[in-house]
């Protein structure tokens, strides 16, 4: 893993080689993992490290991309846009990700 990357497509390409290989998505109580079939709540995952990245050609097109390992051990990547996650997310979901976003 590197300290930053030049592209959110080479990131998540070094990372999965790094062996984050699930996507993640946002849902009400935590993440899921379509291909695990498999939900987490936000207690039972950390957040291990973010990358931040704007876009070239308009400073609102920004994203984040976390790194998050389960309690139970699966690795994997979680794209967002920022402050996207406002919606039908549970309050410690968004605690979680805000600790982060915020530094």
């Given amino acids: 893993m590197k300290n930053s990357y030049s592209s959110l497509s ?11 290989t699930e996507d993640f998505n946002l849902v009400g109580e935590g993440i899921e993992s379509k291909n695990l079939k498999k939900q ?3 207690g039972e995952l950390d957040i291990i490290k973010f990358y931040r ?24 990547l979680l794209v967002d846009a920022y402050g996207a996650y406002q919606g039908e997310i549970s309050p410690e979901m968004i605690q979680k990700l805000k600790l982060h976003h915020d530094e």
């Fill in 10 to 20: 080479v990131a998540i390409e070094d990372l999965q080689n790094h062996g984050f």
């Fill in 53 to 76: 990245f704007e876009g070239m050609t308009d400073p609102g097109d920004n994203t984040i991309l976390y790194l998050i390992e389960t309690k139970d051990g699966a690795k994997g």
């Fill in 40 to 42: 987490w709540k936000a």
